[in-house]
């Protein structure tokens, strides 16, 4: 028989080709009866929380096992075999609840690796109300993997390796039979943690800056548990009135200024420069050149020294609050961000005060509009104008371009000079300015920075984000000279204000290395040290070396341009004599006496302190029987 040729290539005559044969990857599991897999999985459902707690408080700098007592032990693993439990009900897998259990606690410490590494404190409830913030400035730093972080991932794989071995397990069908028991004796366990005063009675206490001595997990829930704010014990109508009363807010027909035989009021610009701070206050630190001759070189018209801010390495909204509000962050909950939590439309602040005085408001921030709930927060206290960076013309970048740099502070106040040429003549300016040329992540790019200032001595060559961080100071100093020589030829009377928001985190081990490993309050307080100079191009009282903390600044330049007070400002000037310094970290009194933040006062300073808190408590929490005419100027 014969084919003819085109038949034989037609489609359908023509051959398949055999289909390459798949050969599936089985993975090899270990023969085990029932009985000895359930004996395997119950040992690693005890023992694996067991090595995630370590390798968690590993990844921390802490060793459990040596620095931590048995209860703090006991509550951390609380936690951890929480989750296991939790995974187990959704998987019904003890397989899955073990991997699961692990990944969830594990990936908790690994990213507070990185947060401790970037801002020099650990993770907090409130920063997941932040994530935005965190995500505008997730691109300038470095994720490469630290060998604390490559040896526990190295642990995790080879657990989750081990489990692949094991034979696969059926999933289990829901048991109320099972859950109801543990679902109680997990409920009780919550109700007593959060519910009662066993851990006060336990004396644990939040960690505000690292997890050390509590552990990442317990030193988290304990901080969940204390966002609940007590009202103070003496908190009472006879004890605000009593309060109110002994400052009255002035009328805000009160003359505002007149510094030179004129009417015309004193137009007030304040800048918190971003991580503005002297590094030369920290002991042992020496320079080839100092990072800010030009602040440092003014005296006329001029007072300056330092302010102490409630927070370090990040958390640039605290200070801003703290400035704007009159408020410490000090008796709020650790961690808590008050422009995320507890910021309402018409709270007073210097905003709705030089607003009553009619003043024009303007906040400007070269950066984006989402960080720290901004606009909102703005749109609350009443700026008439705000503008983020895409509002910032011809804008300059340091340490990269548009996407990965920031702006520079001589753009930026080449850009308050414009909007104070662009406002009415003899219309009284208040401009509040955040800057961001300085903002960590330092040493990823050297672009447009020029390397002027470096470390000398015994840290010379040491520390390379210190010293781009120093070359940075530098610029800022640079760009200060430019605004003040430019506002010293202006006929308007004007004065400035800049300060830092805080110190930055430049590495992770400059600090203990300057400061010791466990230094005492006083020496920690070094790290909250900020410069600040408040400057007027026409005469003022000059003063230096003034040390207060950052709450206390807006009464200081309020007084300073003879302007209105309200009766909160006076009150804050009045606790200034007694207690200069109120911060996160602790307290100063008048004599130069620190206290931590769970030391015992001084009977005269801890009645000063409660008033605070009790006034704290009605300005922030109990803002429908505020006093208004104490905390705003009267109409």
Avoid at 534 to 547: K, M
Wanted: with cysteine; net charge negative; glycine share 6%.
């Amino acid at each position: 028989m014969s084919h003819s040729i085109e038949a034989s290539q037609t489609p359908e005559a023509a051959p398949r080709l055999p289909e390459k044969k798949r050969f599936p990857l089985k993975w090899p599991r270990l023969p085990l009866t029932p009985r000895q897999y359930w004996w395997v999985t119950m040992v690693l459902l005890i023992v694996v929380p067991l090595i995630s707690f370590t390798m968690v408080e590993y990844l921390n700098y802490n060793d459990p096992w040596r620095g931590f007592s048995t209860v703090q032990v006991a509550l951390n693993l609380v936690w951890y075999y929480l989750a296991e439990l939790v995974f187990y009900f959704l998987r019904g897998r003890r397989s899955g609840a073990i991997k699961l259990g692990l990944i969830f606690t594990w990936g908790f410490g690994f990213v507070n690796h990185y947060l401790i590494a970037f801002r020099g404190r650990t993770l907090f409830p409130g920063d997941f109300l932040c994530l935005g913030t965190a995500l505008n400035v997730a691109g300038g730093y470095d994720y490469r993997l630290s060998q604390r972080q490559f040896i526990t991932l190295i642990v995790v794989v080879v657990i989750f390796l081990l489990i692949k071995f094991l034979p696969k397990e059926p999933r289990k069908k829901f048991s109320w039979k099972v859950f109801l028991p543990s679902a109680g004796l997990t409920a009780v366990f919550l109700a007593v943690f959060f519910g009662t005063s066993m851990v006060e009675r336990l004396g644990i206490e939040p960690s505000m800056w690292t997890t050390r001595g509590n552990g990442l997990f317990l030193n988290f829930t304990v901080c969940m548990k204390y966002m609940r704010v007590e009202k103070p014990d003496t908190y009472s109508e006879e004890t605000l009135n009593a309060l109110g009363g002994e400052n009255i807010s002035d009328d805000v027909s009160v003359s505002v200024v007149d510094p030179d035989g004129t009417t015309r009021p004193v137009n007030v610009i304040v800048i918190m420069n971003e991580s503005f701070s002297d590094l030369s206050v920290l002991p042992g630190v020496e320079t080839n050149m100092d990072a800010m001759p030009f602040l440092r070189s003014l005296t006329e018209n001029t007072i300056k020294g330092y302010a102490y801010s409630s927070v370090f390495g990040g958390t640039t909204a605290n200070s801003e609050y703290e400035f704007l509000t009159g408020n410490t962050t000090a008796f709020l909950p650790a961690g808590t961000v008050p422009y995320q939590m507890y910021v309402s439309d018409g709270d007073p602040t210097l905003v709705s005060q030089m607003s009553a005085l009619g003043y024009h408001t303007i906040a400007a921030h070269p950066y984006r509009s989402s960080g720290w709930n901004r606009p909102s927060v703005y749109s609350n206290f009443g700026f008439d104008e705000v503008y983020f960076e895409s509002d910032f013309q011809n804008r300059t970048y340091m340490r990269g371009d548009e996407k990965t740099g920031y702006v520079t502070d001589q753009c930026d106040y080449e850009n308050l000079i414009r909007l104070y040429e662009e406002k009415e003549e003899g219309e009284p300016l208040f401009l509040f300015n955040v800057t961001m040329q300085n903002h960590s992540g330092y040493q990823m790019s050297w672009e447009n920075l020029p390397r002027e200032v470096w470390l000398t001595g015994e840290l010379e060559n040491r520390f390379q984000t210190v010293n781009q961080y120093l070359s940075l100071i530098y610029q800022s100093d640079q760009a200060l000279e430019y605004l003040i020589n430019y506002f010293s030829q202006v006929e308007e009377p004007t004065m400035i204000l800049i300060f830092g928001d805080h110190q930055p985190q430049v590495a992770t081990n400059f600090y203990t290395d300057v400061l010791g490993e466990d230094p005492d309050t006083e020496l920690a307080q070094k790290k909250q040290m900020v410069p600040f100079a408040l400057w007027a191009n026409y005469d003022i009282p000059e003063a230096e070396g003034i040390e207060l903390s950052l709450n206390y600044l807006s009464a200081l330049l309020m007084e300073a341009a003879n302007l209105p007070q309200t009766g909160y400002q006076k009150f804050l000037s009045q606790l200034r004599e007694v207690a200069p310094v109120i911060n996160t970290v602790g307290i100063r009194d008048a004599q130069g006496n620190w206290y931590g933040e769970n030391e015992a006062l001084p009977a005269d300073l801890d009645a000063a302190i409660e008033e605070y808190k009790v006034l704290l408590y009605n300005n922030i929490f109990d803002k429908a029987d505020r006093l208004e005419n104490f905390f705003s100027l009267i109409q």
